[in-house]
């Protein structure tokens, strides 16, 4: 009897979830051999990196793939099936002691959509995936949490911190911000410093099963997979929010 096929979203999970068990392994390894921060962050992506696109190899052969420690794989821009994954995201985070907020990153883009995502938080033991989604929890805050950067907030994180009065809180990874809003514990997470499409595309495909509003900051949709992999801008809000945060952005 034949083995059962994976699907994508099984996949994506379990590439998701199985990178992130072997980054923390060797992230343990790493300080115990008293490696410097240059050479974690390089062991972490290596490894990861190698680890999935080796799975897809076997896998799904005939699809290409978009990742930021991999070469431009032109399959991609004849349409049809791109994997588009960030093996770590958050290498700042990884090589320090004691962050839990770096992820990893795999998403499916088919023609012009998502079909399967999945994000993990390894040094929490936690994945959010499209399939089965995290439904938006119920929250009782008086004031809105806005998600930014560790180091600086960009401008619409001030002009939306201004309009609506909100509480601030900062985290590494784009995949940890986003999964933040995901799980309730921010509402808001705007950025317009540019990105690339593997820094956000697993987390906005996540987000957007659980039912959040995605979108640039002008409103206008998030399209993955185009020629240049740089991303200007994007938010990810409540869906609630989405009205007076675009407002905010523009008046």
């Known amino acids: 009897m034949a083995e059962p096929i994976e699907s994508d979203h099984e996949l994506a999970r379990r590439l998701a979830v199985d990178a992130g068990r072997l980054l923390?392994?060797?992230?343990?390894?790493?300080?115990?051999r008293g490696l410097n921060y240059w050479s974690i962050k390089d062991a972490g992506d290596a490894a990861a990196q190698h680890?999935?696109?080796?799975?897809?190899?076997?896998?799904?052969?005939?699809d290409a793939v978009l990742s930021e420690e991999g070469?431009?794989?032109?399959?991609?821009?004849?349409?049809?099936?791109?994997?588009?994954?960030d093996?770590?995201?958050?290498?700042?985070?990884?090589?320090?002691?004691?962050?839990?907020?770096?992820?990893?990153?795999?998403?499916l883009w088919e023609d012009d959509h998502f079909v399967a995502a999945a994000v993990s938080l390894p040094a929490l033991d936690k994945v959010f995936s499209m399939s089965p989604?995290?439904?938006?929890?119920?929250?009782?805050?008086?004031?809105?949490?806005?998600?930014?950067?560790?180091?600086?907030?960009?401008?619409?994180?001030?002009?939306?911190?201004?309009?609506?009065?909100?509480?601030a809180v900062r985290l590494g990874s784009a995949g940890a911000k986003t999964m933040?809003?995901?799980?309730?514990?921010?509402?808001?997470?705007?950025?317009?410093?540019?990105?690339?499409?593997?820094?956000?595309?697993a987390p906005v495909a996540v987000a957007a099963a659980s039912g959040c509003h995605i979108s640039r900051i002008d409103g206008s949709p998030l399209i993955y997979n185009e020629r240049d992999p740089w991303l200007p801008d994007l938010l990810v809000c409540r869906p609630e929010l989405a009205e007076p945060v675009l407002r905010a952005l523009w008046e």
């Open 51 to 62: 680890f999935i696109m080796n799975e897809l190899t076997q896998v799904r052969a005939d």
């Open 180 to 201: 933040a809003v995901v799980n309730g514990t921010a509402d808001i997470y705007v950025h317009d410093g540019g990105m690339y499409q593997w820094d956000s595309a």
């Open 133 to 167: 989604p995290t439904p938006l929890p119920t929250v009782t805050r008086h004031r809105p949490v806005l998600i930014t950067s560790r180091n600086q907030a960009p401008p619409s994180a001030h002009w939306v911190a201004r309009g609506l009065d909100c509480d």
């Open 87 to 107: 093996p770590l995201d958050g290498t700042r985070e990884f090589a320090e002691q004691g962050r839990v907020d770096w992820a990893v990153h795999i998403a």
């Open 24 to 32: 923390v392994d060797v992230r343990k390894e790493s300080f115990a």
């Open 71 to 85: 070469r431009e794989d032109p399959r991609r821009l004849n349409g049809g099936r791109v994997w588009i994954i």
